[in-house]
């Protein structure tokens, strides 16, 4: 399957790039070529002189591409950092920026990035957050379950074996072996073994989104009963369990054999990056994800910045969360007790005016609403 996907991935690009007139950066960025493959001609690639260039930068970002949908925390790290303990600030930022989803990841690593204290950025520190990110999503996912939940966080590896622009249905499906790795990647071995338990042993198995829904709440306790009920039901909260992230052993039909953490990048080398085989939104939401009425689209970027800043210490995934939470709501009273509560908790000045203009956009919400 891994080889299936690179190589049709790669046969898209190629019909793409042979359709091109020059190969200058604006050409590029105007192309149809996939918006990762984009991102990483721009930040990581250099200067393409020629369709030989492009062709090795396709091939390079496509690998890449499939580490990281399917094990993304082992992916950043080697890639940020390679066989070094740190990395310039200036470095880490260009580096992230290839990566254009998954933002809960890469967002809190350009925030260490852009802290002053920091005059470079070790592994070590990168590897806790990432590590911390996995737990607080672990807490997200495995409370209050619900069938948006699981479909949100899936939602790339759908779109990496359907195509970036797949409307996402509970019919699809992907292998087994796309769930093991992107699960191993974060240390959720208990997750995993609802699978196992389900008796989903194959990794070349294909599990439908609904049926993968029925497994993780509870309502498949074997594979046999997969097709007995199309109903989906929400489960009680799970305890949460912080387990450290290991090394994952990668299966593909032909072997099974153990990859070391060790990046194929190095600062002298453009080797092939190929796969041998804080806190998060509480909907683990891509941007597409988004309902366009969500609250979120009623600030700028820089008032998301500020407002986070004032209330929740600069934590800016609470604020998303608080939002959501905030939808949910059916008053303006009731509103006003949900917020007088954060700013208490966290001794908010609500005099400072970026508290102001909050309160204020979140009033003309209700009273339009």
């Known amino acids: 399957m891994f080889e299936q996907i690179t190589d049709k991935r790669l046969k898209d690009a190629l019909g793409v790039i042979n359709g091109l007139n020059d190969y200058s950066t604006e050409t590029i960025i105007t192309s149809d070529l996939n918006d990762f493959i984009k991102s990483f001609i721009i ?19 496509v690998k890449l591409n ?34 254009i989803y998954y933002s809960y990841y890469t967002e809190t690593i350009k925030e260490i990035a852009h802290d002053e204290n920091y005059v470079s950025i070790k592994r070590p520190l990168v590897e806790s957050v990432l590590q911390q990110i996995n737990s607080d999503i672990y807490v997200k996912l495995t409370t209050d379950t619900s069938s948006l939940k699981l ?32 699960f191993e990647d ?19 198995e294909e599990i439908e989104l609904k049926t993968i829904i029925k497994v993780f709440t509870g309502k498949i306790n074997n594979v046999s009963e997969v097709y007995k009920s199309a109903e989906v039901v929400e489960t009680a909260p799970a305890e949460e369990v912080r387990i450290p992230v290991k090394d994952t052993v990668i299966h593909t039909p032909e ?40 609250l979120r689209f009623h600030f700028k970027d820089d008032e998301v910045k ?30 006003t007790e949900y ?29 339009k609403r």
């Not at 930040?43 to 393409?48: P, R, S, T, W």
């Not at 890639?79 to 992230?96: C, H, M, P, T, W």
């Open 43 to 61: 930040n990581d690639n250099g200067k393409i002189s020629g369709r030989d260039d492009l062709v090795k930068a396709v091939e390079k970002a």
């Open 339 to 367: 917020l007088k509560e954060i700013f208490i908790n966290n001794k908010v000045n609500i005099g400072d005016k970026s508290v102001i203009m909050f309160v204020d956009v979140l009033n003309d919400y209700f009273e």
């Open 306 to 335: 500020s407002i986070a800043k004032k209330v929740y210490k600069g934590n800016k995934y609470l604020l998303l969360d608080a939002m959501l939470e905030i939808e949910k709501l059916k008053t303006w009273r009731e509103a």
């Open 186 to 204: 974060k240390g959720y071995t208990d997750l995993i073994d609802l699978f196992i338990n389900a008796g989903f042993n194959n990794d070349n």
């Open 255 to 294: 072997k099974t054999e153990r990859e070391e953490p060790v990046n194929t990048y190095s600062d002298t080398s453009t080797k092939d990056y190929m796969f041998v085989p804080q806190s998060i939104s509480s909907e683990f939401e891509e941007k597409e994800e988004i309902p366009e009425k969500h």
């Open 66 to 99: 499939l580490n990281f949908c399917l094990r993304p925390t082992w992916t950043l790290i080697n890639y940020l950092f390679g066989n070094f303990d740190s990395k310039q600030k200036a470095e880490i930022l260009k580096r992230v920026d290839i990566f």
């Open 151 to 182: 479909k949100n966080i899936f939602l790339q590896l759908f779109k990496l074996k359907y195509g970036d622009n797949v409307e996402v249905s509970l019919d699809m499906s992907i292998p087994y072996s796309f769930i093991k790795l992107f």
